[in-house]
Structure formats: structure tokens, C-alpha cells
């Protein structure tokens, strides 16, 4: 229905667990990252009222995250698992997380967008880790290799950069899925998606080292998020508690066999109407939000939907809807990861 289900191959994942070809438009929307506070307003807030006639569902990762309460919220929403969970469920995925031990260091920092960037001294955070870690992979997001300034930091460090793709690409989870599978331990600054994917798949996790920042966009305290998940913070984690909390925290208790996932995102039967709303509608209505002239869900704030509209508007053209993708995830073999430097 909108382009977000479609980021960072989450579509296509799906439909490789669904034992489809390739994804199609979804009759909903889909969470399309881990959040340290209610979801809906965070990924949804363009989006009001899509759910309230019944043939649109909100798809969220998880009913028992700490970071909400699902029966406080105002909208009514269905627990889905994220589609990581669906990924790494798969027989080859599995095949692979057990029979490969994985070797060294995977840092993930905290990564900025074309609107949002990072604030703070990466080259020191990479230092940092160079000390603790060793030379270790980095994987960078696709916004952040295009700045040498962020490249240069971890690579004149001692580190090597990859990065998993720009977030259209269909094999951008099965990157993820390959660093995860060949290295023991991933490591960031701070709590995020990629840390709970890790930790699910039973591989040692830590964070810590400096947050950085978001500046404005920075919704909660880093503080408050670790009182909140103590257990997947520091340098030294239990694997045992935190893959269960990270599964948890993903909806892996949520997962539906093929036929009932296909059914309830719309894949079982021919329709239009997605596809519509996806090229048409959607980007009108997210259009008319950015100039103030459309409604957002009453809990968004500009901090959480992601800038003020003049950061938005600096580039119009990178939040059209693209094409979907032409195939689901590649599993055998993963894909590698894409070298940047190092």
C-alpha cells in the first residue's frame, strides 16, 4: 500500500518464507524497524485512519515489546513478527546459522539518513572499538558510504567497511543474514534493529561505546532505553537472555505458516486496490502531510515521523514510490555483502 513495506528487502523476505517468486503490493502497512517507543505513531503516522474500514491492516513486529502497550493504543493493529523473524525461520537460513560458526567482530553504528545525519565524533567511536574489538567488519548504511568523512573514520581506524545495500534492494535482509551468519559477534552504540537480529539468531551482541546522536530527532533518552532493556546492554551479554528477549521483542511468537501469512497481506487473490493506493493515493496523502496541508495520526510529531518539512522537501524525488521488487529474498546462496573500503 506504501513504499515502506518494501524497505530494506522486507517484502521480499517475506515472500521467500511465503514461497513466492516475488512480493506483491500489501493490503496494509508494515512496521519497518524496531522502536524504543509505540510503533504506530513512528511508522505509521502519515496514515491515520488506514485501518478503520476493516480491509487494511497496521502490521505490527510484536503485541509484547516493552517499548508499548498495544491495548493503551488508540488503533487497532495486528502482530505480524517482523519479517527478519520470517527470514531466518526458513529451513536454509537455519542450515546456515547452525552449521557455520561464525568469526570476529560486526559493528553496526548508529546510522543517519539524507535528512537526518549523525551527530558526533565517529572516528573516535571507531578507535574505541578498534581497541576493544580488534579490527573488526563494519557495515554501514547505504546514506553513509556515500560520505567519505564516515568511511574514512572507521577505515583509517583499522576496520573494513561493507554495507548491505540501499534499502530498495530485495536482498538487503539476506546481507544482513550473511555478516550475521559469518561473525560471532555484532556490536553497537546503541540498542537497535540490527542488535535484536543478531541476538535472535543466536549470536553474542553487545552495546556500548558513545550513542552519538540524532539531534532533534532523538524521541527518547539513551538512559531510558537502557533501563528499559538492561539486559542487552554492555560490553558482555548473556546470549541465552538476550536471544529470548530479541525474539520477543520481534514477534517470533507471532509467526504464520505460509498460506495464513499470504492470506492476510493480501497475496492470496488478485487486487488493484493496493497497487492503486501504493503509486497513487499514498504519495498524495504523504505529500500533502509534508506541506501541512493533510492529517497525521494525532500521537506523530515531526520528531518521529523523521524532519521538519524543508529537510523533506531538500529531496523531494527520494520519497516517491519505486517499482516493487522483481524477486523475494536470495537464500542459497546468501548474498554477500557489498565492499566499500578497507
Sequence with gaps: MDTQNHFYGHTAALAAYAGMARPRHVAGLIQHGWTAIPPIPVNFGDFPDVEKNGRRKLFVWSHESRAWDPSRSPRQSFALGAPWAYLISTPTAQRQLTGTKGVG???????????????????????????????????????????????????????????????????????????????????????????????????????????????????????????TWP??????????????????????????????????????????????????????????????????????????????PTAWLRHPLSHLPKPLPRRATSLDPLPAPIPVAG
Design 231 to 308: 539486559e542487552l546492554h554492555g560490553e558482555q551479554v548473556d546470549r541465552e537472555v538476550a536471544g529470548e528477549l530479541a525474539r520477543r521483542e520481534l514477534g517470533f511468537q507471532h509467526l504464520l505458516e505460509p498460506e495464513p501469512l499470504r492470506e492476510v497481506l493480501g497475496w492470496s487473490r488478485p487486487s488493484v486496490t493496493p497497487a492503486v493506493e501504493y503509486w497513487a493515493s499514498a504519495p498524495l496523502h504523504k505529500a500533502l502531510n509534508v506541506l501541512g496541508l493533510g492529517e497525521r495520526d494525532p500521537g506523530s510529531t515531526e520528531k518521529q515521523v523523521g524532519a521538519s
Design 105 to 227: 567482530t560486526l559493528i553496526m553504528p548508529l546510522h543517519g539518513t539524507r535528512i537526518i545525519p549523525v551527530q558526533g565524533n565517529q572516528g573516535s567511536l571507531a578507535k574505541d572499538y578498534l581497541r576493544r574489538e580488534g579490527p573488526s567488519t563494519v557495515c554501514l548504511h547505504s546514506e553513509d558510504v556515500h560520505k567519505p568523512e564516515v568511511v574514512g573514520s572507521w577505515v583509517d581506524a583499522g576496520h573494513r567497511v561493507v554495507t548491505a545495500g540501499p534499502r530498495h534492494d530485495p536482498d538487503f535482509l539476506g546481507r544482513v543474514l550473511s555478516l550475521v551468519v559469518s561473525h560471532e559477534r555484532l556490536v553497537a552504540n546503541r540498542l537497535m534493529t540490527s542488535v535484536l537480529y543478531a541476538a535472535a539468531a543466536g549470536r553474542d551482541i553487545a552495546v556500548y561505546g558513545d550513542p552519538l546522536g540524532l539531534g532533534g530527532a532523538d524521541v527518547v533518552s539513551q538512559d531510558e532505553v537502557a533501563r
